[in-house]
């Protein structure tokens, strides 16, 4: 472990975290054993989202059995993601992975004719053995030119945490984006949102008067937004580095601006936009009074429930300190540690600037220490994945499973409520068995 105290304005120029002195935040960087999922695990929205795409792992039995696992129930209706898994003859050089991947391949799109695009999604055992996926892909797209579009990424643990699979995906999809030809500024939200929010966010854009607005990932691969130097892009969720570098190559610009979770971050978030489209306030006011009253309405009724609470955060998905900005100011709850696996110091200066004073942040982790502080504090709730849920809960520790703010709809006026209702749930639950 290397902690250090750091104060972010201070930190070299270029990180991109502009941090008022008069507001230090520690951050803590920490390098030790991890416990998170590999990015195979972003398959299981992605599927979701791109309703006409197949994701296809190139790995082993265990990166199938992890699938099974992530997905749980949605293995059962005919999903659309596999595994074609390395055999002992491929890792032995005795068979052509190639020729054998080549051939999985032609029988999956003769069995699934629906498909239109196919990911093939890289993983340790592919990299271990240095099978080129990118090759493969521009082979097999040739060969099933037209009807499907063929597209590499990796979902390795070696190279990606959990929600860096989006990232890595999104990022293989940029080059295939369309030349923007129109001399407007058009929108681009980017990020998977879930359907009934991309609807949402498209109404309240419109309210504002900002019309040409499209979503990437799109709901069909057939349906790629185009992308220019007059695009402006505004991103849903804080682990697209790669993706945001991307679309920038292709000129685009990115709208700097905190998630839009909670009333007040999806207010500033749709601000963003306002401003590059010089929305006047009043007309913003007007478009987006309605929701915001409603979201205010939702957290109100969550509010005597968690203020006060103390709540640790182990990393996971990235999206640690947007929600730890939204419980802290929105519902008063106290934080303790705010773990993430990375800090995208560019994308999360708006959210930085939000985070109490002294906050406690820490990037990357050491497990058994930060199990150990987790311990000593006594927290009210803990968020963490999986792995670390039921054995804290035994200890008496109330958690909350940080996977299910990935799979639940979390973004947007309407769902503030919902969120804060997925942080009260395990407090309130404790208190009833507490009853018993
Ligand atoms: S990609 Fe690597 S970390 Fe992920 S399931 Fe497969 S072997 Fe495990």
Not at 47 to 65: E, N, P
Not at 78 to 89: C, K, L, M, Q
Not at 100 to 108: K, M, P, Q, S, Y
């Amino acid at each position: 472990m290397n902690g250090a105290n750091v104060n972010p304005s201070s930190l070299p120029a270029g990180t991109g975290c502009p941090v008022p002195a008069a507001r230090p935040i520690e951050i803590r960087h920490e390098r030790g054993q991890q416990q998170v999922f590999c990015g195979l695990a972003g398959i299981v929205w992605l599927h979701r989202k791109i309703q006409d795409a197949f994701f296809l792992v190139v790995g082993s039995r265990t990166c199938a059995h992890l699938m099974q696992s992530a997905a749980g129930v949605m293995i059962f209706a005919e999903p659309r993601f596999g595994t074609a898994i390395i055999e002992d003859r491929d890792l032995a050089g005795l068979a052509d992975a190639n020729a054998e991947l080549d051939r999985v391949v032609n029988r999956l799109l003769e069995r699934r004719p629906d498909i239109r695009m196919l990911f093939l999604v890289g993983s340790c055992p592919s990299e271990v053995i240095k099978l080129d996926l990118d090759r493969a892909a521009e082979r097999l797209s040739e060969r099933h030119a037209p009807q499907v579009r063929v597209v590499s990424y990796t979902g390795s643990g070696l190279e990606t945490a959990f929600t860096q699979g989006e990232d890595s995906c999104l990022e293989a999809l940029v080059p295939l984006l369309p030349n923007a030809s129109s001399t407007e500024a058009s929108l681009l939200i980017v990020g998977t949102l879930a359907d009934v929010v991309e609807d949402q966010f498209r109404r309240q854009f419109a309210a504002l008067g900002i019309k040409d607005v499209a979503f990437f990932p799109p709901r069909r691969s057939t349906e790629l937004p185009a992308v220019g130097p007059n695009t402006r892009f505004l991103l849903a969720q804080p682990y697209l580095r790669d993706t945001a570098r991307a679309l920038e190559k292709r000129g685009a610009t990115h709208l700097p601006a905190p998630f839009p979770l909670g009333a007040e971050g999806t207010g500033l978030w749709l601000q963003a936009a306002a401003r590059a489209w010089n929305v006047g306030d009043e007309t913003f006011t007007a478009a987006t009074a309605g929701p915001r009253e409603r979201a205010e309405r939702a957290l109100a009724r969550c509010r005597p429930l968690l203020a006060g609470k103390r709540i640790f955060f182990f990393p996971d998905s990235q999206l640690e300190p947007p929600l730890a900005r939204f419980l802290a100011r929105e519902l008063g709850m106290e934080l303790i540690e705010v773990g993430t696996p990375f800090l995208q110091r560019a994308h999360l200066a708006a959210e930085l600037e939000l985070l109490p004073e002294g906050t406690q942040l820490v990037e990357g982790q050491d497990v058994e220490a930060q199990l150990d502080r987790c311990r000593a504090q006594k927290p009210d709730l803990v968020v963490c994945g999986l792995g670390l849920a039921n054995p804290l809960e035994a200890e008496g520790i109330t958690t909350k499973w940080s996977i299910e703010l990935v799979f639940s709809p979390i973004h947007g006026f309407d769902q503030a409520g919902d969120l804060a209702e997925l942080f009260v749930r395990p407090l309130d639950r404790r208190a009833r068995l507490a009853g018993l």
